[in-house]
T-cell receptor, first 115, second 114 residues
Framework: DTGVSQDPRHKITKRGQNVTFRCDPISEHNRLYWYRQTLGQGPEFLTYFQNEAQLEKSRLLSDRFSAERPKGSFSTLEIQRTEQGDSAMYLC?????????????FGQGTRLTVV | TQLLEQSPQFLSIQEGENLTVYCNSS?????LQWYRQEPGEGPVLLVTVVTGGEVKKLKRLTFQFGDARKDSSLHITAAQPGDTGLYLCAGALRYGGSQGNLIFGKGTKLSVKP
C-alpha cells in the first residue's frame, strides 16, 4: 500500500500526558499537512511542510503542539500536557506539488481520546 | 465565519433519488476539491475542479465549478446506499490568506436508505 500511513490509529491517554503521532506520506510528495477534525466538523488546518521546512502554522496550534519533518519524509505531531479539548481525529495528508490544482491525499487518521 | 459554506448539512433520501450538495463562498478559489469520508476514516479525494464553469463527471456524480470560482456543486443521480457518507468540499484560496493549505467546509452528511 503506497498511500499515506498514520500511526497509531487510536490513542487513549490521560489528561496531562504527552502523545506523539507519526505520518508517512506518499513517496516523493514534498508537501505534508496536519489537520484536526472534531465531531460534526470539517478538517481544520494545523500546519504544513514543504520538504523539511515548516511553512505555516495555524493559530489552533498552541505552544503545546509541535510538528517536525526532519528529513523531509515522515512527520511527527506531538501534543504536550494533553487536555480533554484535544480529543479529536488528527489527519495527515500529502500533496505532490504546490499551486493550482494540487490535491491532498489523506491518511486514515489517528483518533485521540483524552480522559 | 466559515469560508466555505456547505448545504444542506444533513440529507436523508431513499435509494434511487437524485440529490445536489452545494459549496459556497464569497472568496475566489484557485481550485476546489470534493472528498468523501466514512466514519473513523480519512477523507478520500473524489475530484478536483480548476477552471471556472468546469463540469466533471464520475459515473453517477457530476461536479461543477462556478464561473466565478466561488462556488461548486455535487449532483448524484440515482443514489445508492453505498453513497452514504460525509461529503466535504475544500478549496485553495486564489487571493490573500494562505496559499499553502486547503480550507474545508463542514460537510454534508448523506444517508441513502435502501
Amino acid at each position: 500500500d503506497t498511500g499515506v500511513s498514520q500511526d497509531p490509529r487510536h490513542k487513549i491517554t490521560k489528561r496531562g500526558q504527552n502523545v506523539t503521532f507519526r505520518c508517512d506520506p506518499i513517496s516523493e510528495h514534498n508537501r505534508l499537512y496536519w489537520y484536526r477534525q472534531t465531531l460534526g466538523q470539517g478538517p481544520e488546518f494545523l500546519t504544513y511542510f514543504q520538504n523539511e521546512a515548516q511553512l505555516e502554522k495555524s493559530r489552533l496550534l498552541s505552544d503545546r503542539f509541535s510538528a517536525e519533518r526532519p528529513k523531509g519524509s515522515f512527520s511527527t505531531l506531538e501534543i504536550q500536557r494533553t487536555e480533554q479539548g484535544d480529543s479529536a481525529m488528527y489527519l495527515c495528508a500529502s500533496s505532490p506539488q504546490m499551486g493550482v490544482g494540487s490535491e491532498a491525499f489523506f491518511g486514515q487518521g489517528t483518533r485521540l481520546t483524552v480522559v | 465565519t466559515q469560508l466555505l459554506e456547505q448545504s444542506p448539512q444533513f440529507l436523508s433520501i431513499q435509494e434511487g433519488e437524485n440529490l445536489t450538495v452545494y459549496c459556497n463562498s464569497s472568496s475566489v478559489f484557485s481550485s476546489l476539491q470534493w472528498y468523501r469520508q466514512e466514519p473513523g476514516e480519512g477523507p478520500v479525494l473524489l475530484v478536483t475542479v480548476v477552471t471556472g464553469g468546469e463540469v466533471k463527471k464520475l459515473k453517477r456524480l457530476t461536479f461543477q465549478f462556478g464561473d466565478a470560482r466561488k462556488d461548486s456543486s455535487l449532483h448524484i443521480t440515482a443514489a445508492q446506499p453505498g453513497d452514504t457518507g460525509l461529503y466535504l468540499c475544500a478549496g485553495a484560496l486564489r487571493y490573500g490568506g494562505s496559499q499553502g493549505n486547503l480550507i474545508f467546509g463542514k460537510g454534508t452528511k448523506l444517508s441513502v436508505k435502501p
